[in-house]
């Protein structure tokens, strides 16, 4: 099955809001983007951080952008880790005065579903600084065979792998046949534990490997943080454009607002692409 760029907006990307329906997980504290630098700076480099986005929110892509040059000028950015390229692409043999062209090639980036324009100077950056890139994405050669494993049905606990179902649900705008559900779901999970693999081989003491990807990949309860190592120090980040909270509180150390966006409806593009009619 092909994953349509609205259906990575809306799941992948936490358009609709991800509960783990958990009522022990503590609160999260909510903070500005504008203190973001200050919360980086006074807490201790883990060796994982996780930023989780909404893909649509141009202000999360400055706000990690951000976040790794703040890394880069402490000397604390071990490696950079995108869930906008498939693992198995990266910037290793790239001389750090790289061309974009280069650079783009390496990862064998893809323009149309991941505007480079958006993510270009994060990965620049990184680049400039001798950082090394990695793509962290399932390759979609991949996705047939993951999608026919039930193995992976059984790695979360029964509550959250039904949470995992009902996203897919909802991120298709309840258009998806039932049956698509749990194959669709297996691609999420394989995909976390790429991006969690590709992070877990490139940490290093007294630095961090930094994460880019959808809100939806970074939650502690369900995504690539079930899959990294216990002993890997983390701390999660999600962007949220507005007030409107996009994840159960706990499920990430820190809340980073942002201004909120235009009102979309997101599943109308979805309803006529699928030749589907309009919701009253």
Known sequence: MRTSFLFRSLIVAGLTSVAVGCASLPSTP???ASQWPAVLQRNAPPQALLLGEQHDAPEHQQWQHATVQALI???QLAALVLEMADQGGDTRSLPHNASEAAVQAALQWNDKGWPWQAYGPA??????AGIPVFGGNLPRAGMRQVMQD????GHLPATAWEQQRQ???SGHCDLLPE???TPMARIQLAKDARMAHTMAQQVQSGKTVVLIAGRGHVLRSIGVPTWLPADITRTIAIGQAGDKAQAEPGDSDYVVRTP???DKDH???LRAQWGQPATK
């Open 30 to 32: 909510m903070i500005e």
């Open 73 to 75: 000028a402490r000397q």
């Open 123 to 128: 990965v620049m950056a990184a680049v400039r």
């Open 150 to 153: 039930s193995a992976w049905d």
């Open 167 to 169: 996203a897919i649900r």
């Open 179 to 181: 049956g698509q559900i």
């Open 260 to 262: 909120a966006l235009p």
């Open 267 to 269: 599943c109308a593009g």
